[in-house]
């Protein structure tokens, strides 16, 4: 028996596999950051041992670097008749269920390494700050044709708060 | 003047007396006032006053203060007063007192001039479908709320305006800080104007005729004296009785008992007991900072909690307290967005209960003013609860009465309540049987805590997504974390440590039965199907 979260009748869309290359980016970013951040204690006290800190910094990094490919392949989403589902994560899964009328805006955003790509992120936003559903890594004509799709969706299905 | 056109309309405070009046309403009905009727309108002529209040007066204070020393002075004629470091002497003793004077004059009466131009740009103006309030000499502003998203009315009559007879009229639109507010409007104008605007709101068509107001034989004076004393604005706007009455003892009882002041003294022995074997004060000095602020806490909910009253009206829930500041709100059908009824842990010996709730408006950022927003009812014994709920979820019925009270108290499965799983005791130690979950016709329940008792209610047609998580823990012994997002407020409306199999099942069922509850939530324009709500 399996003990993972899954909805069993959805056929999830997935994001672009070319998602992977800029998580990637951002996360070697964070990576360099953390790891001088944690040299500093070394080169302020001179004290070798002190090493340990950048290093163990370094095999966590690299652990997450390693999932990142798995983590972009576990996002998804499915537009239902009357709602979006969306789902992430590996370790931590989550799994959102978002009614179209419920929608208050839809943002469409590209990041520096996105836009090379040629990928979009979509924002669904509600009144509710905790929904946050963000599905990242769209082709850029994707993401367009499916904002306008919700905003029709949310016009058909217009609600109060 | 007529060049402006705006101010070429009825722009006084109260339009004139005998105008066919009815002709000019945008639907033809009548009100209770004469300032919904979508034309420009002043608000109450010591409007600059009330809103500089506090400035003119600690400013005269300070004055008063300063001048103190040589008014005894002057009528006791001590002729040793000599101290150079008070500004007053100082000018006398150069000769320089009377052009002083005269230019404070001139600033107060620049002051006054600027107070009357700004009144009389500030107008306000309310129509079918829109609040729209302009004010500004220099910056003009212009605020506009839609009668459809209104999420509550608050009157609100501070100390110092109540002397005028004035009262603030706040309409809290949904949003951060998206009220539109009229201040000040004389206090029997802010009552009936509500009820303008939730008429208006309500999308109500067909209004009855309402009879013409008694003209009030009393004079200035007994009007001010009874409007100052009357701890609502309109009695006759308020038929029903307050459900729960609040004793001063039991307030007290539990700002005593309350969470906040268990840490005070739990810090302040922890401090007595530092400083001893220590043998030094300045743990109890650390400690100033932290008791100054919990104990004002304590104090401003204790003062806005005083004369707390809560009833049904035609359009919706009145709930009002305040001793010197009143405030008094009616909160429309449908915005409640989840409530949550909690125990703090001393509580448990009387059996008292706190309701808070989220909302859409956030009303402002004051902290004094967080709590008239978010709790309903301060302190209640579980009777006083279950009518509050019956009152802020009347879809609920009475039937749903039972669910509620095991909601609260109950543990096990009765009345339809999902607990979690055995193997979930490692993560619910004592809370287990009291973990878990109900739902009913157009409500999902969520009970939690054993020592820190707590039920959370949502409304299907207030939910804004449903989501399950599960973390590396949750996924060994197959559980999971619910989820039910609302508008950001005190209530998190979430349930750990559930049945994996029971999660995806509530997942399923309840993202079907919000998106029904949605579809056919009649709230935005309660009372448009003619019937009363």
């Known amino acids: 028996?399996?003990?993972r979260l899954d909805l069993p009748d959805v056929v999830w869309r997935r994001v672009s596999p070319k998602y992977v290359i800029v998580d990637l980016t951002s996360a070697a970013v964070v990576t360099i950051a953390l790891v001088a951040a944690a040299c500093i204690p070394v080169f302020v006290s001179?004290?070798?041992?002190?090493?340990?800190?950048p290093a163990v910094v370094?095999?966590?990094?690299?652990?997450?670097?390693?999932?990142i490919p798995r983590r972009v392949r576990a996002i998804g989403y499915q537009l239902r008749d009357d709602d979006l589902l969306f789902r992430r994560g590996l370790l931590f899964q989550r799994f959102v269920s978002v009614p179209y009328g419920r929608m208050q805006l839809v943002d469409v955003t590209r990041g520096p390494v996105s836009r090379i790509l040629g990928l979009s992120d979509l924002?669904?936003?509600?009144?509710?700050?905790?929904?946050?559903?963000?599905?990242?890594?769209?082709?850029?004509?994707?993401?367009?044709?499916l904002r306008d799709h919700l905003v029709s969706l949310a016009e058909t299905r217009r609600a109060g708060l | 003047m007529t060049s402006d056109p705006q101010a070429a309309g009825a722009v006084n405070e109260d339009a004139p007396q005998g105008d066919p009046i009815d002709d000019l309403l945008p639907t033809g009905a009548v009100l209770a006032t004469r300032l919904a009727d979508g034309e420009w309108h002043r608000l109450h002529p010591a409007t600059p006053l009330l809103r500089g209040g506090i400035v003119i007066i600690a400013l005269a204070s300070y004055f008063i203060s300063?001048?103190?020393?040589?008014?005894?002075?002057?009528?006791?004629?001590?002729?040793?007063?000599?101290?150079?470091?008070?500004?007053?002497?100082?000018?006398?003793?150069?000769?320089?007192?009377i052009p002083v004077l005269l230019g404070i004059a001139l600033v107060l009466i620049l002051i006054v001039v600027g107070f009357y131009f700004s009144w009389r740009v500030h107008s306000f103006r309310i129509t079918d479908e829109v609040v729209e309030v302009r004010s500004g000499l220099i910056r003009r502003s212009y605020r506009k709320g839609r009668l459809d998203r209104i999420q509550g009315i608050n009157i609100v009559r501070p100390f110092f305006a109540r002397l005028f007879g004035a009262a603030r009229l706040e309409i809290d639109v949904a949003g951060h800080d998206a009220n539109v507010r009229l201040d000040y409007l004389s206090s029997s104008n802010a009552d009936g104007l509500r009820r303008d605007i939730l008429r208006l709101a309500s999308g109500t068509r067909e209004r009855e005729a309402e009879q013409a107001r008694v003209a009030d034989p009393r004079g200035f004076v007994e009007q001010r004296v009874a409007e100052f004393i009357a701890p609502e604005l309109d009695p006759s706007a308020a038929p029903a009785e307050s459900v729960v009455r609040v004793h001063i003892g039991r307030l007290i009882g539990s700002i005593l008992l309350h969470d906040t002041t268990f840490t005070l003294i739990v810090l302040i022995v922890a401090a007595?007991?530092?400083?001893?074997?220590?043998?030094?004060?300045?743990?109890?000095?650390?400690?100033?900072?932290?008791?100054?602020?919990?104990?004002?806490?304590?104090?401003?909910?204790?003062?806005?909690?005083l004369r707390y009253s809560i009833a049904a009206t035609p359009d919706g829930v009145r709930v009002g307290f305040g001793l010197l500041t009143l405030s008094n709100e009616t909160l429309p059908p449908g915005r409640i967005h989840s409530v949550q009824v909690r125990q703090p842990i001393l509580w448990r010996f009387p059996g008292w209960w706190e309701v808070k709730v989220n909302r859409a408006s956030k009303s402002n950022a004051k902290g004094a003013d967080a709590q008239r927003n978010t709790t309903i009812l301060p302190v209640g014994n579980l009777e006083d609860v279950l009518r509050v709920l019956a009152l802020l979820l009347p879809s609920l019925g009475a039937e749903a009465t039972d669910a509620l009270r095991s909601g609260i108290v109950g543990t096990g499965d009765a009345s339809g309540f999902t607990n979690s799983p055995r193997r979930a005791r490692l993560f619910r130690p004592l809370s287990?049987?009291?973990?878990?979950?109900?739902?009913?016709?157009?409500?999902?329940?969520?009970?939690?805590?054993?020592?820190?008792?707590?039920l959370?209610?949502?409304?299907?047609?207030?939910?804004?997504?449903?989501?399950?998580?599960?973390?590396?823990?949750?996924?060994?012994?197959?559980?999971?974390?619910?989820?039910?997002?609302?508008?950001?407020?005190?209530?998190?409306?979430?349930?750990?440590?559930?049945?994996?199999?029971?999660?995806?099942?509530?997942?399923?069922?309840?993202?079907?039965?919000?998106?029904?509850?949605?579809?056919?939530?009649?709230?935005?324009?309660?009372?448009?199907?003619?019937?009363?709500a």
Do not use: C
């Not at chain 1, 001179?46 to 800190?53: D, E, Q, S």
């Not at chain 2, 002075?73 to 320089?96: E, K, M, Y």
């Open chain 2, 456 to 532: 959370t209610v949502v409304p299907e047609a207030r939910v804004q997504s449903v989501a399950i998580t599960q973390g590396p823990a949750y996924r060994v012994f197959g559980l999971a974390r619910v989820h039910v997002h609302t508008v950001v407020g005190p209530v998190r409306a979430e349930l750990g440590a559930v049945d994996r199999d029971v999660a995806i099942q509530f997942f399923d069922r309840v993202s079907l039965e919000v998106v029904e509850a949605v579809r056919s939530d009649p709230s935005h324009r309660w009372r448009a199907d003619g019937k009363p």
């Open chain 1, 123 to 145: 924002h669904f936003v509600t009144a509710a700050a905790s929904s946050g559903v963000m599905i990242p890594g769209l082709l850029a004509g994707d993401a367009e044709e």
């Open chain 1, 58 to 67: 370094l095999v966590i990094m690299i652990l997450v670097l390693a999932f």
């Open chain 1, 1 to 3: 028996m399996t003990k």
């Open chain 1, 46 to 53: 001179h004290f070798t041992a002190l090493w340990a800190i």
């Open chain 2, 66 to 97: 300063q001048a103190r020393q040589q008014l005894i002075d002057f009528v006791l004629g001590d002729p040793h007063a000599h101290d150079d470091s008070d500004p007053i002497t100082l000018l006398t003793n150069h000769g320089r007192l």
């Open chain 2, 432 to 454: 287990r049987q009291r973990n878990g979950f109900a739902s009913l016709p157009g409500a999902i329940l969520l009970r939690e805590g054993a020592v820190w008792r707590r």
């Open chain 2, 272 to 305: 007595a007991i530092a400083s001893a074997a220590l043998g030094r004060g300045f743990v109890a000095i650390a400690l100033v900072p932290f008791v100054l602020g919990l104990g004002s806490f304590l104090l401003r909910r204790f003062t806005k909690s």
